[in-house]
C-alpha cells in the first residue's frame, strides 16, 4: 500500500462511527484513470444497520440543542472548508476531472452556502393563528405552530458537485435539528468524505452525521427502505430516483434528478449574447450538469448566423486535463462516454450536419455540434450528460414551446429575445421549473428555489426551501 493510500484509508476509516469498519475495499482512481487516489469501504448492511441506529440515537439529543449553537458548528464547518480548500479542490479535480479552477469555487460556494444556512435557520419561526379567523370559529382557541425536525435524513449525492450538492443536503438537515447518514456516489466519495471530515472536525456532537459508502446494488435499497429513515435527499439519475420513489413509502423525498434544457431562440435576439450563454451553458464542465443547455431550439430566420457563432465559440474552447485547467475533460467514465457517443453516432445515421468535434480519446470527448437535428433523432430527446449540442431549427416560438414541452424532462429553460413581454408569455406556456430570460440555465444563486418538474424532480430545493423540507408543523392548540 503507498503512503498516499494509507493516508486515505486514516481518513475515510476516521469518519466512520461503526464499531466495525467493511472489510472490503473499493479502489478509487482519477477520471483519467492513471492515479490511484485511494479506497473507500464497502460497507456491508449490518454496518449501515449500526450507522442508521447511532443516527437515530444522537439525532434526539442535537434536536434540543438549541438552534444558535447549531449555527456556530455550521459556521465553524465553512471555515474548515476553507481551511482546507487546496486539499478538497485538488481531490475534487482529480477524482470527477474538474478544472482546478472549478473546484476550488465549488468549495468556496459551498461555505457560503453553508453560512448562509445557518443565518437561515435561525430566523425559522414559528406562527400563531386565532380560532376566529375561520367562520364558526372561536376566540377561546389559539394555535401555536413550531417546526419540527423529521429525524433522520438520508442525503445521496451525486458525483458531479459531490462537495456543494452534498452539503446542500447535509447542512439545511443539521440547522433544523436532524440527524444526517450520508451516502455519496462512488465516483466523488473522497471528495464528500473529506467535506465530512471537515465538519467532523467542529464541534458537531459524535454520532450525529454519519458517512456510508458501498454498492448501491447491494447497501441501495436497504438505505432507502430503512424504518429509521424519515427524509430522503436525492440527487442523481431519474431512473434511480424514481425507483426511490417506488421503494420509499411515506416519506417526504426531494429528488432532484435530469434534464433536457432547452435554449429557445427568437428572431430577434442578441446572438452574440445567445452564443456566449449557450456555449457556457452547454458546455461548462464537459456538460456533465443537469441544468446544461442541451438542446438550441431556433427559428429558421436566425439559425445559420447563430450556428456559425456557436461554432466559433466551441472551437475557441480549450481541451486538456483537469490540473491544466482545460475547459473540455475527460468525462466520469467511458461508459458514460459511449453513451454521448452513441447519441452523435444517431444523430449523424439519421442525417444531422457534424458542424464541429466528433473527435474522442478514450473517455475524452471533444465539444461536438450537430445541426439540422430532427424529432427522430435520440439526441433530440435523451439527456447525454456530456459535451454534444443540437440545434434544431423551428419555424416560430409556437413549435418551440411545443417540442420543448413534448421532453418528459422539466428542468429550465432559457428564452433568449429582446421583447421581454414576448419571453414571459412563452416562460408561462414552459412546462419547467425555471426560465432563464436572455441568459444560460444554471442552478442559482443557491438561495433561489429550485425546482424540477415531470421527470426532473420532486420538491423544491433552495436554502429557505430545503430547511422548510426538512421539518414539520407541530401544533399546540390553547383552550381559554
Known amino acids: 500500500m503507498n503512503e498516499q493510500e494509507n493516508t486515505t484509508e486514516k481518513k475515510v476509516s476516521s469518519l466512520q462511527s461503526t464499531t466495525v469498519l467493511a472489510k472490503n475495499k473499493k479502489e478509487i482512481y482519477s477520471v483519467t484513470g492513471n492515479e490511484l487516489l485511494g479506497s473507500i469501504p464497502l460497507m456491508t448492511k449490518k454496518e449501515v444497520e449500526a450507522a ?12 434540543k440543542v438549541e438552534v444558535y449553537k447549531r449555527a456556530q458548528v455550521l459556521h465553524a464547518w465553512a471555515d474548515e472548508l476553507l481551511k482546507n480548500k487546496e486539499e478538497l479542490a485538488v481531490t475534487i479535480s482529480k477524482e470527477v476531472g474538474k478544472g482546478i479552477s472549478s473546484a476550488q469555487k465549488e468549495v468556496d460556494r459551498t461555505a457560503d452556502l453553508i453560512r448562509y444556512t445557518a443565518e437561515e435557520g435561525v430566523r425559522l419561526h414559528g406562527d400563531m393563528m386565532k380560532g376566529d379567523a375561520f367562520p364558526g370559529g372561536t376566540t377561546d382557541k389559539i394555535a401555536m405552530i413550531g417546526r419540527e425536525p423529521l429525524g433522520v435524513v ?13 452539503a446542500s443536503k447535509v447542512a439545511p438537515a443539521l440547522i433544523t435539528g436532524n440527524a444526517v447518514v450520508f451516502k455519496p456516489a462512488t465516483q466523488g466519495s473522497l471528495s ?31 438505505l432507502v427502505t430503512h424504518p429509521k429513515v424519515n427524509m430522503i435527499s436525492f440527487t442523481g439519475g431519474t431512473a434511480t430516483g424514481q425507483a426511490i420513489a417506488e421503494k420509499a413509502k411515506m416519506i417526504p423525498l426531494v429528488l432532484e434528478l435530469g434534464g433536457k434544457d432547452p435554449a429557445i431562440v427568437l428572431e430577434d435576439a442578441d446572438l452574440d449574447l445567445t452564443a456566449k450563454n449557450i456555449v457556457g451553458g452547454a458546455f461548462s464542465y464537459s456538460g456533465q450538469r443537469c441544468t446544461a443547455i442541451k438542446r438550441v431550439l431556433v427559428q429558421e430566420e436566425v439559425a445559420d448566423a447563430l450556428t456559425l457563432k456557436i461554432k466559433e465559440q466551441i472551437e475557441a474552447l480549450s481541451i486538456g486535463t483537469p490540473e491544466e485547467d482545460a475547459d473540455i475533460t475527460a468525462l466520469i467514465d467511458e461508459q458514460s462516454a459511449d453513451f454521448v457517443q452513441s447519441l452523435i453516432d444517431d444523430a449523424l445515421s439519421k442525417g444531422a450536419s457534424l458542424v464541429t468535434g466528433n473527435k474522442r480519446e478514450e473517455n475524452l470527448i471533444y465539444p461536438t ?10 439526441l433530440a430527446w435523451e439527456e447525454p450528460f456530456g459535451p454534444v449540442l443540437p440545434i434544431i431549427r423551428v419555424k416560430n416560438e409556437t413549435e418551440a414551446v411545443e417540442l420543448a414541452n413534448a421532453s418528459e424532462y422539466g428542468l429550465q429553460a432559457s428564452i433568449f429575445t429582446k421583447n421581454v413581454e414576448k419571453a414571459m408569455k412563452l416562460g408561462a406556456e414552459l412546462e419547467v421549473g425555471s426560465v432563464q430570460l436572455n441568459a444560460k440555465t444554471e442552478r442559482g444563486p443557491d438561495h433561489f428555489p429550485f425546482i424540477g418538474v415531470k421527470n426532473s424532480g420532486l420538491g423544491v430545493q433552495g436554502v429557505r426551501r430545503s430547511i422548510e423540507s426538512m421539518t414539520r408543523d407541530k401544533v399546540f392548540v390553547l383552550n381559554f
Open 52 to 63: 442508521m441506529n447511532e443516527a437515530s440515537l444522537q439525532q434526539k439529543t442535537w434536536a
Open 192 to 222: 464528500g468524505l473529506l467535506m465530512i471530515k471537515a465538519l467532523l472536525n467542529t464541534n458537531l456532537p459524535k454520532g450525529v452525521v454519519q458517512a456510508v459508502t458501498g454498492k448501491g446494488s447491494e447497501i441501495g435499497d436497504f
Open 369 to 378: 455540434l450537430l445541426d439540422h437535428v430532427t424529432a427522430d433523432m435520440d
Open 154 to 166: 438520508l442525503a445521496i449525492s451525486p458525483f458531479n458537485y459531490p462537495v456543494n450538492l452534498a
